[in-house]
């Protein structure tokens, strides 16, 4: 019964997929010329959450994190580096007020389009949303220059969406914004970055933007940086949802071997089951939170709770079942190694436990939530 709910419903968005991910070895979906990336747009996955009247699947959150774990025990990468597409996706249709974004939308899901992400990632003592890109104002747009890096989807992108910070004017304060760019622009670049064994197959490598000129209607307005407003607030909650649950999916992928293989006794298997199930259900209750409209501090919080019991229990379950299976099973089998090196890297997407748990802590006193 283990993944059980969750491959249902990848077969009823993508009928087929499943068995297509299975036929491929997992190794080879792991390397740096990853064929799933091909497949998952082949079978329509670029479209997930753009909604139907876009040519999209129009899934809920509840369906895309069963669907994400689901492909990520059949493929890590393949889910890892689209969580940031469909990350890219919701933040775009939060931010669309124009028929420019709706057509954009429209044609990702009918050309089956991938965006890369070019957001920043945490670094010390600067908020996690701040911009790294620097950027030139002119009268009918913006001049990007910077680096992001790593960047998953780095060679199979279509598009690129960075977040960039507009100086003040007049007294007011910087303002947020996203960019979408295309990937064949001028000044697009991509270079090696991506050295370590687990997770090669994402094309986490480096993108590097020289001068590109973004024109007004690829510019989407954010808010203030640092301030976690609607845009932010609902971004970061469903990308917390959506990484935790494709990381969980490869931890379940271990637990589904140990069932498969008739390893341990009942209670260790039961206990296995328990830790990645009840993970799932803190998920859910996430998931369903999303879809009753909450996106204040509250759920951002709740958030970052969900996504670090996940993270525990991942590291629970994956040692205690590699422990089950037996030193034979590590020895001779590549996959065991791989799924539990590449499981462990939930811990490194921003903000770390370490980084937050200050911020978390002076929110749980009474204080207002920074992502500093």
Not at 20 to 32: H, W
Request: net charge negative.
């Amino acid at each position: 019964m283990i993944l059980s709910q969750e491959r249902a419903t990848l077969e009823k968005f993508f009928p087929g997929l499943d068995a297509a991910l299975l036929n491929i070895p997992l190794l080879e979906m792991e390397s740096r010329n990853n064929p799933a990336f091909q497949v998952f747009r082949e079978f329509g996955g670029p479209g997930l959450l753009i909604p139907t009247e876009y040519a999209g699947l129009g899934a809920s959150p509840l369906q895309a994190i069963r669907i994400l774990r689901a492909i990520a025990s059949r493929s890590p990468s393949l889910a890892v580096a689209t969580t940031m597409h469909h990350i890219t996706v919701v933040m775009t249709q939060v931010m669309i007020t124009n028929q420019p974004g709706f057509a954009l939308l429209e044609r990702v899901a009918q050309q089956n389009l991938y965006f890369a992400s070019g957001f920043a990632e945490g670094q010390v003592g600067q908020n996690i949303l701040a911009s790294c890109m620097q950027v030139k104002e002119t009268v009918d747009g913006l001049i990007i220059s910077g680096s992001k890096k790593p960047c998953s989807l780095s060679r199979s992108m279509d598009l690129i969406a960075a977040s960039v910070t507009l100086p003040a004017h007049g007294g007011n304060e910087d303002e947020l914004v996203m960019v979408i760019i295309p990937a064949s622009e001028p000044g697009v670049e991509r270079y090696p970055f991506w050295e370590t064994w687990p997770l090669t197959g994402t094309e986490s490598d480096e993108v590097r933007l020289q001068e590109v000129y973004v024109p007004q209607e690829c510019i989407y307005y954010m808010g203030k940086p640092g301030h976690l407003n609607s845009v932010q607030a609902q971004t970061f909650i469903w990308f917390e949802l959506f990484i935790s649950a494709a990381y969980l999916g490869i931890a379940s992928a271990l637990v589904e071997r140990v069932f498969k293989d008739g390893k341990g006794i009942p209670s260790e298997r039961v206990l296995l089951a328990t830790e990645v199930e009840g993970a799932m259900a803190a998920l859910e209750g996430l998931a369903y939170s999303i879809m009753n409209g909450e996106k204040d501090d509250k759920t951002v919080a709740k958030s970052l709770f969900v996504r670090y019991l996940v993270q525990r229990a991942i590291a629970c379950v994956t040692t205690q079942a590699v422990e089950i299976l037996g030193g034979m099973s590590f020895v001779k089998s590549s996959e065991v190694a791989y799924l539990l090196a590449s499981v462990h890297a939930l811990a490194f997407h921003p903000p770390s436990r370490l980084s937050i748990s200050p911020a978390l802590d002076k929110y749980l006193l009474g204080g207002t939530l920074s992502l500093m």
